[in-house]
């Protein structure tokens, strides 16, 4: 009787755990006007960050509502005994030894947790405390309800119980059409991520983020048609992390969608050149911008602009070695990066994106309507069809 106190307290903790964490979950993914939640202590204590990550779920369900399941089937083992008395629920009478089941399902279930922790700290590096803390729930429950810690024998009694169930015919038909009902939720929830957007987004972002190059870069200074009749602005930054996918999905989106031309603004980050800005923050960014104009004067904007982007140099130096061999007029490349009238250019672009209330990149613009940030691609397709 002592256990299944203990046991019963520690699982009413473990589901209020777990509805917190649920309720952290939900804002953090569909709620935008949502406050940091309490756990969210600095960069590395961030239960807010964790939830928004691909980790936070499997099978399309958030580790949240496994949780729940987990500690919830717990309570109900502690009261078999009874339930099978009741004639609705008289297959409870298949778990013989209902602490061997809560045993094995909680060191089974610290186990995971353990993966799951070394996946916070050494892939996402943050931590989530509540989650930590289930961790321990876990171990507890799973050594309280053992024979002194003896895992290895409740597991191979679960083990025994189960086979010995589905010897009874009605309990197999029962446990597969169960088996088939599950498998057929957890696909849908695997591959509609109705509960896990973070998810699906992430993974429209994929093809872009994890590019090693851009395999859509072109020559020289058009990207798009000619004389196509609507116009795609993009701000952005050679030092901007995500600027680099949204660069590769503007080529893409040049490539596929006839009739639109698109046009790069220097939004440069950067001290050096940017006046509006009140402390470091893209540093190479403003020298960047630069080399970037003086390629444009010799045709070959685009080659610069994929060179800039895809090694992100923060130094003229850096620049000119990677510019070694590439057909490019140095001396004068040099000279117009460093004259005076780059220098205006690069100001006025930095004046006229202010003006606009434009201050990050990447921000896109067609027909005067600006985003900041950064579209899944067919959200792009459909707004320049618009």
């Known amino acids: 009787m002592k256990k299944k106190v203990l046991i019963a307290i520690l699982s009413l903790i473990g589901i209020l755990t777990t ?14 006007y949502s406050l940091p939640s309490f756990c969210s202590v600095n960069d590395f204590i961030d239960c807010d960050s964790i939830a928004k990550t691909t980790e936070s779920q499997f099978l399309g369900i958030p580790l949240a509502y496994w949780g729940m399941f987990l500690y919830a089937f717990i309570l109900l083992m502690l009261f078999v005994d009874k339930l099978k008395n009741i004639k609705l629920l008289k297959f409870f009478e298949v778990f013989k030894n209902p602490m061997d089941y809560i045993a094995s399902l909680g060191v089974i279930s610290f186990g995971i947790s353990m993966i799951l922790l070394c ?8 931590l989530c405390i509540l989650c930590a803390f289930t961790y321990v729930l876990n171990l507890l429950i799973g050594y309280i309800a053992s ?39 957890l696909t849908y929830t695997a591959t509609s991520f109705k509960f896990a957007p973070q998810v699906k987004r992430q993974l429209q972002f994929q093809e872009f983020v994890k590019a090693k190059k851009n395999k859509y870069a072109v020559k020289g200074n058009l990207l798009g048609d000619e004389n196509a009749k609507k116009i795609v602005y993009v701000y952005s930054d050679y030092q901007c992390p995500i600027c680099y996918a949204h660069n590769i999905m503007m080529h893409k989106l040049a490539k596929e969608v006839k009739g639109i031309k ?18 470091p923050f893209h540093q190479g960014s403003c020298i960047d911008a630069k080399y970037a104009i003086a390629a444009e004067k010799q045709g070959k904007f685009w080659d610069m602009n994929d060179i800039l982007f895809q090694h992100k140099p923060k130094t003229e130096e850096e620049i000119l070695k990677l510019i070694e061999g590439k057909d490019f007029d140095v001396e004068k490349l040099q000279e117009d990066a460093n004259s005076t009238e780059t220098s205006k250019q690069i100001k006025a672009e930095i004046d006229d994106a202010h003006k606009r209330g434009i201050n990050g990149t990447p921000t896109t613009m067609i027909n005067n309507n600006a985003y900041v940030g950064i579209k899944p691609y067919k959200e792009y397709v459909e707004w320049t069809k618009k």
């Open 19 to 32: 509805i917190k964490l649920a309720v952290i979950y939900y804002n953090a993914n569909f709620n935008p």
């Open 119 to 126: 996946v916070s700290l050494f892939d996402i590096k943050k």
């Open 147 to 185: 024979d002194k810690g003896n895992f290895i024998k409740s597991i191979k009694q679960s083990f025994a119980d189960f086979m010995d169930a589905l010897k009874i015919k009605k309990y197999l038909i029962a446990f597969i059409a169960v088996i088939i009902a599950v498998f057929a939720f």
């Open 262 to 279: 698109i046009v790069h603004k220097n939004l440069p980050l950067d001290m050096e050149c940017n006046g509006y800005l009140l402390s």
